[in-house]
């Protein structure tokens, strides 16, 4: 039996729904696939394989709408691979939309808020943007108690760098902020 008029234009939207109902969890274990697959090529210094692995996982966030928060941390990722790989533009834009939805969506203490501004000052400053940078870092320093171990380490390289390129470019004052 063929359905013709309104009643397949109805049946056919049914269907639709149906099928897009299923494309979101479908769409979510894509995306951590991928997830998975960009952490391991990290960790074994497979750079470009991450980059093109965190790439994926971010279109699957857009494409599955899963939530600004999936985003923001996929681009968090993408734009550290993509620093670490010397695209400082592209990882800027990246961090800066990363931060944006961070700070939309968490608490503004929040970790991950902090690492995003940390990752994204260490980016301006790789372009020798210091004192835009600068303004990127200084709010984390209040509670950087909160970083351990590594990521600790870091953000101390991090704001004795900073301390050093602004007193490269003349700015004393503010160089000393990040004299710890």
Same mark, same amino acid.
């Given at each position: 039996?063929?359905?013709?008029?309104?009643?397949?234009?109805? +049946?056919?939207? !049914?269907?639709?729904?149906?099928?897009?109902?299923?494309? @979101?969890?479908l769409n979510r274990v894509t995306h951590d696939r991928?997830?998975?697959?960009?952490?391991?090529?990290?960790? @074994?210094? @497979?750079? @470009?394989?991450?980059?093109?692995?965190?790439?994926?996982?971010?279109?699957?966030?857009?494409?599955?709408?899963?939530?600004?928060?999936? =985003?923001?941390?996929?681009?968090? /990722?993408?734009?550290?691979? $993509?620093?670490?790989?010397? $695209?400082?533009?592209?990882?800027?834009?990246? +961090?800066? /939309?990363?931060?944006?939805?961070?700070? $939309?969506?968490?608490?503004?203490?929040?970790?991950?808020?902090?690492?995003?501004?940390?990752? +994204?000052?260490?980016?301006?400053?790789?372009? /020798?943007?210091?004192?835009?940078?600068?303004?990127? +870092?200084?709010?984390?320093?209040?509670?950087?108690?909160?970083?351990?171990? /590594?990521?600790?380490?870091?953000?101390?390289?991090?704001?004795?760098?900073?301390?050093?390129?602004?007193?490269? =470019?003349?700015?004393?004052?503010?160089?000393?902020? !990040?004299?710890?």
């Amino acid at each position: 039996m063929f359905v013709h008029g309104p009643t397949c234009r109805l +049946l056919l939207a !049914f269907a639709t729904l149906c099928i897009a109902g299923c494309a @979101n969890p479908l769409n979510r274990v894509t995306h951590d696939r991928y997830l998975e697959d960009g952490q391991v090529a990290e960790r @074994n210094g @497979n750079l @470009n394989a991450a980059e093109v692995t965190y790439y994926r996982a971010l279109v699957n966030d857009h494409i599955g709408d899963l939530g600004d928060l999936l =985003i923001a941390q996929d681009e968090y /990722n993408l734009g550290r691979i $993509k620093r670490h790989l010397h $695209k400082f533009g592209e990882a800027e834009e990246l +961090l800066r /939309n990363s931060l944006i939805l961070d700070e $939309k969506i968490l608490k503004p203490d929040n970790l991950d808020t902090d690492r995003c501004r940390v990752e +994204l000052s260490v980016t301006l400053a790789a372009q /020798n943007k210091w004192e835009e940078g600068s303004h990127f +870092l200084e709010p984390v320093l209040p509670d950087a108690s909160r970083f351990t171990g /590594n990521e600790r380490e870091y953000l101390s390289e991090a704001c004795r760098v900073f301390a050093a390129g602004l007193r490269q =470019i003349g700015l004393e004052d503010r160089a000393k902020i !990040f004299d710890l």
